[in-house]
């Protein structure tokens, strides 16, 4: 009983002074944590020290630049797209090192539509080869079994037969990056190696529905680049898909609308899943680009956080009134 | 001790009750930012746990799985296998599958086993089965018919089975199985219509549990359209192991849905809470009659919605989008959940 009797002593006025001090610590730590505290994290930057980090392959006159192209045959329609932005040649010179980043996810066939289409990757590579391109080098880090997925997907054999290598992840391409401060990429294994002498870099994938990021185009086609578990990005896959946005600068993009995956991405399985939707979209923008793919989806770039994300970061514009557009058919 | 007593005994000032409340206050804010952050979860490891073997502990497929889940007997005459199989964990299901391991995962995954097989005669056409085992059969039914094709063809020795294009889908038991070919041929297809038939003889059709789907009523049901949603039904948190129907009432195509809850208590509350949801959405009341026979009627844009419980049943129509067809669908759903009360 006796313990009890000094706090059972205490005055109103000690309370209030014990209350008051509580409070007091109370704020001061809250004040500490809201003025610390970052809704939005800092522009991000490429590190430098040691860690590795991609060039910029764009070509400094040719950004926000889009072409849309309407058919069915993928190689005339790229070879159309290509023309309207002013030929392959302002964008691949004589002596350039291409790297081809395609869409290899998975051990799946052409028909499905999960894949970079074959005809489409040939085509490009033909394309950069004819421009004077010293090697083109088509790759991908698969979550699947790399081999398997070249092989069934018919890349590897397409593009062999135009004239490329292609280039099987080894855990000897793989070296740390980082984009800072706050970035979820940090010290993160990039699939390097195949960049080493390459001067410019195109990204090609399909357009397709997907479970967790609700599209799968030209941005979340990056997430290829990524060794390590990537899949606990997941979690933040609107935010990756902008980080990789920014870790990327490529010289041109092309989104295969051809076909597009409506429903069941990002590995679909069923020709169901599929819609005709005659379109490919070829340019710099990046933003740009999956904003057209968006519309096929049936989509609003509103619906696909990302794609504001990116926009907001200075990646590229989803308003295409601020990029030039420029529309052909290939039929 | 008399004076202590009573001073213990004294009820609290108001400068003391208040700072009561807004510590109060301050541990709720706190609460509801923990709440708000933890429902973006991820469900990979962090799966609701429906069992009683604890999911969250990842593991690969133990001998005795991969045993059960062997694709022998897929092989009919004529086929070979293109290389071995592979098995997947719930640590691993996104290396084979991506982003939709989600929809798996949600659902209650425990293991995915693959093989491809090949025509002897024509190696070009392969086909790759996904043999998904599931910790129930409603957790194979459900991540069957989120995936459903329309115009797929139903295939006639399997109750919950279809072909499309190039692939064949079907469940058996607590597995559900895809088959995806590589090209879009007959043959090929007619392969693994066979390939799923012998399967299913030698594994046997689940016949464990009834069909939850009785509980729709059939007049206006589209066919084929019953669907589990596992999860977040209509993005509402609570609104786990929901059942939709679509239903096509004149012109109007509407979203019937029915969830069996614990007790008509809980189907109760549940019902009140999700009206409190499309509230908080923006969503009107229009009527709501009296407590003991509630139908609640909701606006919310141009849509009608409408939620009640009838015993442990709580059900009600998802974007209707007129109130005519709204009320009919609403009806009917009640009536067959009262008979189903009775039964």
Not at chain 1, 296 to 320: C, N, Q, Y
Request: aromatic residues 8%; charged residues 20%; neutral net charge.
């Amino acid at each position: 009983m006796n313990d009890l009797e000094p706090a059972a002593n205490l005055e109103r006025r000690d309370f209030i002074k014990c209350c008051l001090k509580a409070g007091a610590a109370a704020a001061f730590c809250g004040g500490l944590t809201a003025w610390r505290y970052r809704s939005d994290p800092p522009p991000l930057q490429v590190a430098s020290a040691n860690l590795v980090r991609l060039p910029d392959f764009s070509v400094a006159d040719k950004r926000a630049l889009l072409a849309i192209v309407t058919g069915a045959e993928r190689p005339r329609m790229i070879e159309t797209a290509l023309t309207a932005l002013g030929g392959i040649e302002a964008f691949v010179g004589r002596g350039d090192r291409v790297l081809i980043k395609v869409n290899a996810a998975f051990a799946s066939p052409p028909l499905l539509g999960a894949t970079t289409h074959p005809d489409l990757v040939a085509a490009m590579v033909r394309q950069c080869l004819g421009a004077g391109a010293t090697t083109v080098i088509v790759t991908d880090n698969p979550i699947n079994d790399p081999a398997s997925c070249f092989a069934l997907s018919g890349i590897e054999a397409a593009a062999r037969q135009a004239g490329a290598q292609v280039r099987l992840p080894r855990s000897a391409d793989f070296a740390p990056t980082t984009l800072r401060p706050g970035a979820l990429i940090a010290d993160w294994p990039l699939l390097y190696g195949p960049f080493q002498g390459v001067t410019k870099l195109i990204g090609m994938a399909p357009v397709k529905d997907h479970h967790r990021s609700g599209a799968s185009m030209i941005m979340k086609n990056w997430y290829g680049l990524l060794g390590g578990p990537r899949n606990i990005f997941h979690q933040h896959i609107h935010r990756i898909i902008e980080e990789l946005a920014l870790l990327v600068k490529p010289t041109l993009v092309v989104l295969d609308g051809t076909q597009t995956m409506m429903r069941n991405g990002p590995t679909g399985g069923s020709l169901d899943d599929l819609k005709s939707t005659r379109t490919l979209i070829v340019g710099t923008d990046q933003v740009a680009a999956d904003t057209v793919g968006a519309g096929l989806l049936g989509k609003t770039p509103a619906d696909l956080p990302f794609i504001g994300r990116a926009e907001r970061a200075g990646v590229g514009h989803s308003d295409l009134s601020v990029v030039q557009v420029l529309r052909a058919s290939a039929d | 001790m008399a004076e202590v007593k009573k001073r213990r005994r004294a009820p609290p000032n108001r400068k003391e009750s208040a700072v009561s409340y807004l510590v109060l206050v301050a541990l709720m804010v706190i609460a509801g930012g923990i709440w708000i952050q933890q429902a973006d979860f991820d469900p990979n490891p962090w799966r609701p746990v429906t069992t009683g073997k604890d999911p969250t502990v990842a593991r690969p497929a133990t001998p005795d799985e991969r045993n059960g889940s062997s694709l022998e007997p897929f092989l009919t005459a004529g086929l070979d296998a293109l290389g071995g199989s592979e098995t997947f964990d719930t640590q691993t299901l996104s290396d084979k599958i991506d982003g939709k391991a989600d929809l798996y995962l949600k659902a209650g995954f425990k293991a995915l086993t693959t093989a491809r097989l090949r025509f002897r005669s024509e190696p070009a056409h392969w086909f790759e089965i996904f043999l998904f085992d599931m910790e129930d059969s409603d957790a194979a039914f459900s991540v069957y018919s989120q995936q459903k094709r329309t115009g797929a063809v139903a295939l006639d020795f399997v109750r919950d089975g279809y072909r499309a294009g190039n692939a064949v889908f079907f469940i058996s038991a607590n597995r559900y199985v895809e088959m995806i070919g590589a090209a879009a041929a007959e043959p090929l297809l007619q392969a693994m219509v066979q390939s799923a038939e012998q399967f299913l003889k030698q594994q046997g059709v689940s016949t464990e549990t009834g069909d939850p789907r009785r509980l729709f009523p059939e007049s206006d049901l589209i066919a084929g359209s019953p669907a589990l949603l596992a999860a977040d039904a209509f993005g509402f948190d609570r609104f786990n192991h929901v059942y939709v129907a679509q239903y096509r009432i004149g012109a109007d195509e509407l979203t019937g849905f029915v969830k069996e809850c614990g007790s008509p208590e809980e189907a109760a509350e549940l019902a009140r809470a999700y009206g409190a949801f499309l509230e908080n959405f923006g969503a009107k009341l229009v009527t709501a009659l009296p407590a003991d026979a509630t139908v609640h009627r909701y606006r919310l844009f141009e849509s009608h919605e409408t939620v009640f419980s009838v015993g442990r049943y709580l059900a009600g129509v998802h974007e209707g989008p007129a109130q005519t067809s709204t009320e009919t669908l609403t009806a009917s759903l009640r009536n067959r959940l009262e008979e189903a009360t009775h039964e």
